[in-house]
C-alpha cells in the first residue's frame, strides 16, 4: 500500500486541527449564546476561546511555511518525538498514559455535561491526545511513518471511547434505564422459571439465543448491577473475540498489524452494531471452517445454524452463506465443472438454512407457546419505504448510511480484485459479489420493516460478509487460481484512511451519558410498588407488570407473582404486527378489568406523523396498548422521576380518551 509522504501526513493533520479549532469557537460561541452567557464578562470564557484563536492560527501558519524554505525545519520541529530517545519500557508506558487521558476525560462528568453535543471540540481533544501519544511512540520506534505509527493511538482512543459510553449503565439503580433493558433481564428468567417462579412459563418469543446469553447471573441470584455489568461483558467479549478469530485465519503475523487490525475490527463491529447474540455464529464458523476437514466445517455450519434458528430469520442462511463464501475465497476453480465447483457451497448453504429451520421448530415445540403465528409477526408487519431516505427516525436514512458506511470498502474490493484479475476466476468474484448483495438487500428489507431503520444493526449480516472478504483481499490470505504467491499491490492510503475515518466517526459521535439518581426517591418508589403489591394480594386480585418485570425475577418485590402475558416488548411487538388474536385478547382482558393494577410507563394518548422520531411505532402502541388501557383504566399512582405509573379499574362504563 502506499502511503502519504511526511509533508503530506503534517499538512492534512495541521488543516484538520485548525478547521477543529475554528468549529470550536463556532460551536462554543453558539452555547454561550444558548445559555445567556456574556463573554466577555468571563474570563475563562475569553481565555478558552484566545487559545483556541491561537491554535487555529498557529496550524494555518506552519501549514504556510511548509511551502517555503523554513519547511524542513517545520516537519523537524513537528516530529520532536523523533528526536528524543526513550527505551521501549518507559516509551511505551508514556504511550499508554498519553492515549488513555482521552478516556478518563471523556468520562468525567464536567467535561461531559458541558461539552457532549460540541463535537468539535471532543475531536480536537481526540486528537490532540492522538498526536501526544504518536509522539511518544515515535521516541522509540523510529523507522515506522509517522501515518502509520498515528494510526495506533486513533484505534485504541476510539476503542476506548467505545468501552467508555457502555460503563454508565452499569448501576445499581433499581429500575430500567431505556424501553428494552427490563426485558433483557426478565426474558433470561423464563429458561429458569420453576427454579425462579416456582412454576414454568413458557420460553421467549424474541430473540431466544440473546436472552440464553444473559441467564448466567441468575444462576447465583445476583444483584441489578451485576447483570447490567454482564451485559456491558459479555457484548464485548463476543464482539471482542472476533478480531483474534479473523486475524487467526488470516495468518498475521507482524505483532504491531495484529493490534492495530483488531482494533479496528473491533471499532467496525460496533458500527452497526452487531448483536452479540449473532457475534456467536461468526465466531464458531470462523474458527471451524478448514477445508482439509470437512467433518469440522459440517460441525461449525450445524452448530451455527442451530444458534441462528433461534435467533432472528434474516441469519438463517448465514453460517451458510459465511461457509460458501469462505470456500470461494480459499478453493481455486483451476478448470473444474460448474457443478462440481459449486456442489459442497450449495450443500452448505442449504442444509444450514434447513437446519436453522429445523431449529426454530423444536425451539417452538419446547416453548410452551402454543400459538406459533407468535414467532412469525415480523413477516407480517409493515414495510415503511421513506426510510430508505434521511428521516426523523434515522437523519441519514437507511440507504444512503450504508452507502456511506460500505463505498470504502467496495472502493478497496474493486481496487484489489481488478489489480489481481488473473489471480482469479470470474465465477468465484461474481459469487462473492452476489453473497454480499443479497445480504445487503435482505439487511435493507429487514430494516424498512417497522421497528427498524433507526442505525445500521440490521445490516449485521451483510457487514460481516463485506469485513471477511476485504480482509482476505487485503492481506491477500485467500488462494489464486494460478500457484504463484500473491504478490503485494498499492492501495492508495487515501482508501485506508477512509476505511479508518468510517467507523472512527460512528463511534465518536456516541456520547458518554452519565446517569444519577436519587437513592431515597427510587426506594419510596419501590416502597410505594410493594405497599400495592401487598393491597392487590390482600384482596385477591392480580397485578399486571407491563415494565418493571426484572422486581419480580430478581425478587425485589416479595410476594409479586409473575404474569407473563403483556410484557412491553412482546406487546409493542405484536401491536407493530397486529396480531388479531393477541391484541384482542389484551383487549378483552383490559375490558373486563381482569387486572386488579398495572405497572406501566405513564400512558400518553398521542398520534404522532413520521416527521416523528419511530413514529409509526409509536401510533401502534398508542392504538394497540394505550387506547384499550386508557378506556378501562386510570392513572392511582405517578412516580415520574423513575417513568412509573400504576394504573387501577375505572369505575363505570369505558371512558376512551
Known sequence: MTLPSRLTFWRLLLFII????????????????MMGINIFASKSWISALATLVLVGF?????????????????VNLLEFGEHVHLKPLPGTLLFLVMTTV??????????????????????????????AGTQALKTFWKPVAWSLVFVIPILLQASLHRVAAYLPVITDYPFTLSWSETSRFYYPSLFLSQWIYGQRFPWPILHPSLHLLLVPPYFFNAPLWFHRFWQVAIRILLLGLISPALISRLNIQNRVLKWGFGLWVFLYLFVGPLYLHLAVPVLIMLWGFNLKDERRIWLALVLSSIWCGISRINWYPMPGVLAASLYLLEMPYRGKSISRYLAKPALWLVSGTVVALASERVY???????????FFTSLSSDLLWYRLWPNASYNLGVLL???IFSFPFWIAIGVLSYQRWV?????????????????????????????GGANLHNMDAYMVCLLIIFAYLFFRRYVPENNRVVKPINLHWSILALLIITPLWSILRI???FFSYDRSEAQATLAALQQRVNQVNAQGGEILFITQRHLISMHMLKGAQLIPEYEREELMEMAMAQNKAYLLSFESDMRHHRFAAIVVDPL????????????????????????????NYREGQAFPADSIAIYIPQDGPENCP
Not at 478547521?19 to 453558539?30: D, E, P, R
Not at 417452538?364 to 407468535?374: D, E, N, P, R, V
Not at 482469479?424 to 424498512?448: C, D, F
Open 364 to 374: 417452538i415445540a419446547l416453548s410452551g407457546i402454543s400459538a406459533t403465528s407468535f
Open 401 to 403: 448510511g450504508i452507502l
Open 423 to 451: 489471480e482469479w476466476h470470474p465465477l468465484r468474484l461474481g459469487l462473492l459479489v452476489a453473497a454480499m448483495l443479497m445480504l445487503l438487500a435482505g439487511g435493507i428489507i429487514v430494516s424498512l420493516k417497522i421497528g
Open 18 to 33: 485548525g478547521v477543529l479549532a475554528f468549529g470550536s469557537i463556532w460551536q462554543a460561541t453558539g452555547y454561550a449564546h
Open 58 to 74: 498557529l496550524c494555518l501558519l506552519l501549514i504556510a511555511l511548509t511551502w517555503t524554505a523554513w519547511c524542513d525545519r517545520i
Open 511 to 513: 456520547r458518554v451519558g
Open 102 to 131: 482521552f478516556f478518563f476525560v471523556d468520562i468525567n462528568p464536567v467535561f461531559n455535561t458541558l461539552l457532549r453535543d460540541q463535537y468539535a471540540f471532543r475531536l480536537l481533544v481526540f486528537l490532540g491526545f492522538a498526536l
Open 604 to 631: 400518553k394518548f398521542k398520534y404522532q406523523d413520521s416527521s416523528f422520531t419511530m413514529g409509526e411505532e409509536n401510533n401502534a402502541w398508542v392504538r394497540y396498548v394505550v387506547k384499550p388501557i386508557l378506556c
